[in-house]
């Protein structure tokens, strides 16, 4: 079969060649930039589906993290509030900061992506549309979704009078970086949960775990200093740095934070994307 | 195009699915079993060394008992299951009517679906917002176009997915058992559909039990049986070798 490749062939057409060999990586990135339009469209979907019977709508997003937030204060404004004073700012607006970040963005991105494959096995099954499509736009969603946030927070932080500093223009950066994190974590729960399903549901609990490890709604100072280090050894404490620290800190984070920032996104992004390629079909193989 | 390369090739293939071996798969039993060495999967083997090879505007019909590997070789040619062995390829937009409505939402309006269906397929959702009025028109929904799709019947979401499915001329349309849908109108006017789309050249691959119509659509058949290739030739010869066999 060597005619195939002839040079006849018309070049817009496309052509199916089960046989063909895939540059890992480099084709899965290709697959989301030529499906951009499909993941805006299944982005959108994402956003409005889960609120399209409630009377409130898509401001439910703008209105959880700040509910979550406020049931948050209530509980422990009293026992952190010293905390606003260590770090110049209104506990909400540490609190909120926090909660979009780490529990919104990182750990809903990462259910939502890791059950993309099985929630998406009926289409899967009967279209030919890359898998990688639905675990990016689980994670495209989460980092709206977190933008959408991003606006009560400021609303706060003008209400309560907290300088926003010039830093806040690099605030793409941490979220570019937590959008690949949370791709490339998804991507591997994704690819675990193709094999057995458990997987999800074992996520969200070490997911908690992970999540409340590090200072979301308690200074880092509550925790003995022999200790502090296991916050820090948590990637996601970097990240937190990061945010926090072009939020409302007015300062980029010490050197190593960025560090483990960039190394961690790139890293995870990498496997991740590369695990899922080699794993995502089996969920049509699978009866 | 080139007319003489074959739109369709599907070269000795065979396809295994998975079946765990134990009902339950936790990732505790996995484990154990990963530690013990044991497989955890048997294989079934749904297709065995299967040939063939269509040309542009050849129509195929496929039939065979249930369970016969002929809905495994649409989802091989449609590309969403890769074979085990053996190679395929297939030249051209491919339009899979393997239950599009699969691809739908319930929550999302007809209108909404119609573009999702079709960025599905691989069709701009700008073009799909242009094509709606015609498609739901076709579909005869055109009164049902903003309330969710969820509201909708069985038969109303067969025909929208039928709709979107042939509203463009693909180069390849592969048919699985969707002509069983819908009154008996609405059964013809799809045939005609069919018909119009196989005039303009498109290659067309279709599994049916209803044998008169694959006899009146296809030139040829392939019978499949457990995975095999009983027999293909002329239509009439093997749909009644079929029909004498059961």
Same mark, same amino acid.
């Given at each position: 079969m060597v005619h195939i490749r002839g040079a006849a062939s018309a070049p817009s057409q496309p052509v199916y060649d089960s046989a063909a060999r895939r540059r890992p990586v480099i084709d899965e990135v290709r697959t989301l930039w030529t499906h951009r339009s499909l993941i805006r469209l299944l982005v959108v979907r994402d956003l409005t589906v889960r609120y399209k019977r409630s009377v409130l709508g898509v401001w439910w997003t703008l209105l959880n993290p700040i509910l979550t937030a406020s049931v948050m204060w209530v509980v422990f404004s009293k026992i952190f509030d010293r905390v606003a004073r260590g770090e110049s700012v209104p506990f909400i607006v540490y609190l909120l900061s926090g909660v979009l970040l780490i529990p919104t963005f990182f750990g809903q991105g990462v259910i939502a992506a890791g059950s993309s494959l099985m929630g998406s096995g009926a289409i899967l099954s009967k279209i030919r549309v890359p898998g990688e499509v639905f675990a990016f736009t689980a994670a495209i969603a989460a980092a709206v979704n977190f933008c959408f946030g991003l606006v009560p927070l400021f609303g706060i932080m003008a209400l309560t009078r907290t300088p926003i500093p010039?830093?806040? $223009?690099? $605030?793409p950066v941490a979220i570019v970086a937590m959008l690949m994190l949370v791709t490339g974590v998804g991507m591997l729960i994704a690819s675990a949960a193709v094999h057995f399903y458990d997987v999800i549901d074992f996520t969200r609990v070490i997911l908690q775990l992970v999540v409340w490890m590090v200072p979301t709604f308690y200074p880092i100072e509550i925790i003995p200093d022999q200790y502090q280090i296991f916050v820090k050894l948590n990637p996601l404490y970097s990240y937190l740095q990061l945010f926090r620290g072009l939020l409302y800190r007015g300062a980029f984070p010490p050197l190593w934070n960025l560090a483990v920032v960039a190394v961690s996104s790139v890293v995870l992004l990498v496997v991740g994307v590369w695990v899922f390629s080699k794993s995502w079909r089996r969920v049509v193989v699978k009866l | 195009m080139n007319d003489r390369q074959p739109s369709i090739v599907v070269d000795g293939v065979s396809l295994a699915y998975e079946i765990p071996v134990n009902a339950t798969s936790s990732a505790k039993e996995y484990l154990i079993n990963l530690v013990k060495r044991r497989i955890i999967y048997e294989k079934f083997?749904?297709?065995?060394d299967v040939d063939l090879e269509l040309h542009r505007g050849e129509v195929l019909g496929i039939i065979g008992p249930n369970g016969a590997g002929k809905s495994t070789l649409m989802k091989v040619l449609a590309g969403v299951l890769p074979p085990t062995t053996g190679r395929v390829i297939v030249r051209g937009t491919v339009s899979p009517m393997i239950e599009v409505s699969g691809g739908m939402n319930g929550e999302l309006t007809g209108r909404e679906n119609i573009v999702l269906v079709g960025a599905l397929l691989g069709r701009s959702p700008r073009l799909m917002r242009e094509r709606v009025p015609a498609i739901a028109e076709w579909a005869g929904l055109s009164d049902f176009l903003d309330v969710p799709v969820r509201t909708y019947s069985t038969g109303m979401r067969a025909r929208l997915g039928f709709a979107i499915a042939t509203d463009r001329k693909p180069d390849v349309l592969l048919i699985d058992e969707?002509?069983?849908?819908?009154d008996e109108s609405f059964r013809g006017k799809s045939l005609q559909r069919i018909r119009d789309l196989m005039d303009g050249g498109t290659t067309v691959v279709m599994v049916s039990h209803a044998l008169a119509m694959v006899e009146r659509l296809c030139r040829t058949v392939m019978w499949l049986d457990r995975g095999r290739v009983k027999a293909v030739g002329p239509a009439e010869e093997i749909i009644a070798a079929y029909r004498e066999a059961v």
């Amino acid at each position: 079969m060597v005619h195939i490749r002839g040079a006849a062939s018309a070049p817009s057409q496309p052509v199916y060649d089960s046989a063909a060999r895939r540059r890992p990586v480099i084709d899965e990135v290709r697959t989301l930039w030529t499906h951009r339009s499909l993941i805006r469209l299944l982005v959108v979907r994402d956003l409005t589906v889960r609120y399209k019977r409630s009377v409130l709508g898509v401001w439910w997003t703008l209105l959880n993290p700040i509910l979550t937030a406020s049931v948050m204060w209530v509980v422990f404004s009293k026992i952190f509030d010293r905390v606003a004073r260590g770090e110049s700012v209104p506990f909400i607006v540490y609190l909120l900061s926090g909660v979009l970040l780490i529990p919104t963005f990182f750990g809903q991105g990462v259910i939502a992506a890791g059950s993309s494959l099985m929630g998406s096995g009926a289409i899967l099954s009967k279209i030919r549309v890359p898998g990688e499509v639905f675990a990016f736009t689980a994670a495209i969603a989460a980092a709206v979704n977190f933008c959408f946030g991003l606006v009560p927070l400021f609303g706060i932080m003008a209400l309560t009078r907290t300088p926003i500093p010039w830093t806040v $223009l690099a $605030l793409p950066v941490a979220i570019v970086a937590m959008l690949m994190l949370v791709t490339g974590v998804g991507m591997l729960i994704a690819s675990a949960a193709v094999h057995f399903y458990d997987v999800i549901d074992f996520t969200r609990v070490i997911l908690q775990l992970v999540v409340w490890m590090v200072p979301t709604f308690y200074p880092i100072e509550i925790i003995p200093d022999q200790y502090q280090i296991f916050v820090k050894l948590n990637p996601l404490y970097s990240y937190l740095q990061l945010f926090r620290g072009l939020l409302y800190r007015g300062a980029f984070p010490p050197l190593w934070n960025l560090a483990v920032v960039a190394v961690s996104s790139v890293v995870l992004l990498v496997v991740g994307v590369w695990v899922f390629s080699k794993s995502w079909r089996r969920v049509v193989v699978k009866l | 195009m080139n007319d003489r390369q074959p739109s369709i090739v599907v070269d000795g293939v065979s396809l295994a699915y998975e079946i765990p071996v134990n009902a339950t798969s936790s990732a505790k039993e996995y484990l154990i079993n990963l530690v013990k060495r044991r497989i955890i999967y048997e294989k079934f083997w749904a297709l065995h060394d299967v040939d063939l090879e269509l040309h542009r505007g050849e129509v195929l019909g496929i039939i065979g008992p249930n369970g016969a590997g002929k809905s495994t070789l649409m989802k091989v040619l449609a590309g969403v299951l890769p074979p085990t062995t053996g190679r395929v390829i297939v030249r051209g937009t491919v339009s899979p009517m393997i239950e599009v409505s699969g691809g739908m939402n319930g929550e999302l309006t007809g209108r909404e679906n119609i573009v999702l269906v079709g960025a599905l397929l691989g069709r701009s959702p700008r073009l799909m917002r242009e094509r709606v009025p015609a498609i739901a028109e076709w579909a005869g929904l055109s009164d049902f176009l903003d309330v969710p799709v969820r509201t909708y019947s069985t038969g109303m979401r067969a025909r929208l997915g039928f709709a979107i499915a042939t509203d463009r001329k693909p180069d390849v349309l592969l048919i699985d058992e969707v002509l069983s849908v819908g009154d008996e109108s609405f059964r013809g006017k799809s045939l005609q559909r069919i018909r119009d789309l196989m005039d303009g050249g498109t290659t067309v691959v279709m599994v049916s039990h209803a044998l008169a119509m694959v006899e009146r659509l296809c030139r040829t058949v392939m019978w499949l049986d457990r995975g095999r290739v009983k027999a293909v030739g002329p239509a009439e010869e093997i749909i009644a070798a079929y029909r004498e066999a059961v």
